[in-house]
């Protein structure tokens, strides 16, 4: 019998002892033996079909033997952070869901587990339910990957879908995504790109193998977007996507060899590409490596069962022998300003086509409807500020190619 203990008992914690519990027959089949909820940590008692597992006492956990995972779900950093340092102090593999307390302190927490000879894991912290830091580092570890992109947030995936497909206002689509267990205690996280990039350093931590530093990374959400630009890029065969994107950068387009940059924000996608038409609380994530090209990863990126299904697994990891190698260095230097890459820019105006060839030269017209929209040539993000600065702007979004 092996038994762990869960620190929270919010969406993801349930849904943990819920799959150990409806898969026990499989589990104990792979694992060779029972896996056992023994404890759960618990700031307030609450009743239901667990109460019995509950304590509010810390060192119930930490001070036993039997527990060998801990399971921690209880999100943001402060008692997430302190508590996972004295488990693995302890000497218990940790497993977490917990992508602020990675992109902030995974460096810290990853180094106090290789010596006190334990496993950090946290495939949950980013895609939910998607294997992807598994294949980041193991199947595609053959490749030098260049670039990696994503949607990575469910609950501001679902809302946008329910704005455009139903009409849906944000308020209420928002409250729907949190009912559905999508979105975080404070879903400012979520709608601002928060989420998306604290999961985006994640993926680069591991790609590149340097620590990317959160508060570096430019994150926009999708509060200030208008559902006209959505109708518009529409129209012309586009859609709008909130993505996640972090490139490796070097002399080949005019950088120094070694660095890299990362950024969050809403991108007009051609529909053509698969990614361009993953809808609702569905999560997709292109890896770019120099020997596979690109794969894509897709399935539920949030919710009760999705995300517990990664963490259960990867408790699972830690009862068994096999070695996981899974660190970067927290060396951050190297990371570029991502508005020094070049795309096609879009933009809505209050203005006339002249205007627009007059800042941008030739353009490609979306729109002439009282205001033009249109699209650039690829232009880095810092020439499209400069050039744009006496054009009364109303939206601006770059375009995925
Ligand atoms: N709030 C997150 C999302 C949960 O909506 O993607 C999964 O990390």
């Known amino acids: 019998m092996a038994e762990i203990a869960v620190m929270g008992l919010g969406t993801v914690g349930t849904g943990v002892v819920k799959v150990i519990s409806e898969n026990a027959g499989v589990i104990t089949r792979k694992l060779g033996e029972p896996l056992r909820v023994k404890a759960i940590l618990v700031r307030r008692f609450r009743d239901g079909p667990y109460r019995h597992l509950c304590t509010d006492h810390f060192e119930e956990i930490q001070n036993d033997p039997a527990i060998r995972v801990v399971i921690e779900t209880i999100g943001g950093v402060d008692a997430a952070y302190d508590y996972t340092k004295r488990c693995l102090e ?70 946008l879908t329910r704005m455009v497909r139903t009409g849906a206002f944000f308020s209420d689509a928002l409250r729907e995504a949190q009912r559905r267990g999508y979105a975080e205690a404070d879903p400012t996280a979520d709608v601002e790109g928060i989420d998306a990039g604290r999961k985006i350093c994640v993926l680069g931590d591991l790609a590149f193998g340097h620590q990317i530093d959160p508060e570096a990374v430019p994150m926009e959400g999708i509060s200030k977007l208008s559902l006209r630009d959505v109708k518009i890029a529409n129209r012309a065969g586009y859609r709008i996507k909130l993505l996640g994107r972090t490139l490796r950068l070097g002399p080949e387009n005019g950088f120094e060899a070694g660095s890299r940059t990362a950024y969050v924000a809403p991108h007009l996608i051609p529909e053509t590409m698969p990614i361009a038409n993953v809808e609702d609380v569905f999560n997709a994530i292109v890896i770019r490596g120099n020997a596979v090209g690109d794969v894509m990863f897709y399935g539920r990126g949030a919710g009760e069962m999705p995300t517990a299904s990664a963490c259960v697994a990867d408790a699972m990891e830690c009862l068994s022998t096999r070695e996981s190698v899974l660190s970067w260095s927290p060396d951050t230097s190297g990371f570029e300003n991502p508005l020094k890459l070049r795309c096609r820019h879009y933009f809505r105006i209050e203005g006339s086509l002249t205007d627009a060839a007059m800042a941008f030269g030739q353009v490609e017209v ?23 600065a006496n054009l009364n702007i109303l939206s601006c979004l770059r375009v995925l190619s």
Do not use: M, W
């Open 90 to 159: 302890a000497g218990k593999h940790v497993v977490t869901a917990n992508k602020q307390l990675i992109a902030e302190r995974g460096f810290e927490l990853l180094e106090l587990a290789r010596e006190k000879n334990v496993k950090y894991l946290f495939e949950a912290s980013v895609g939910g339910g998607i294997p992807i830091l598994h294949p980041l580092r193991e199947c595609l570890s053959a490749n030098r990957i260049d670039e990696i992109y994503g949607i990575l947030n469910g609950t501001t995936n679902y809302i």
């Open 366 to 388: 979306l729109s002439e409807d009282g205001e033009t929209a249109f699209l650039t040539e690829p232009v880095t993000g810092l020439d499209a500020r400069k050039r744009s």
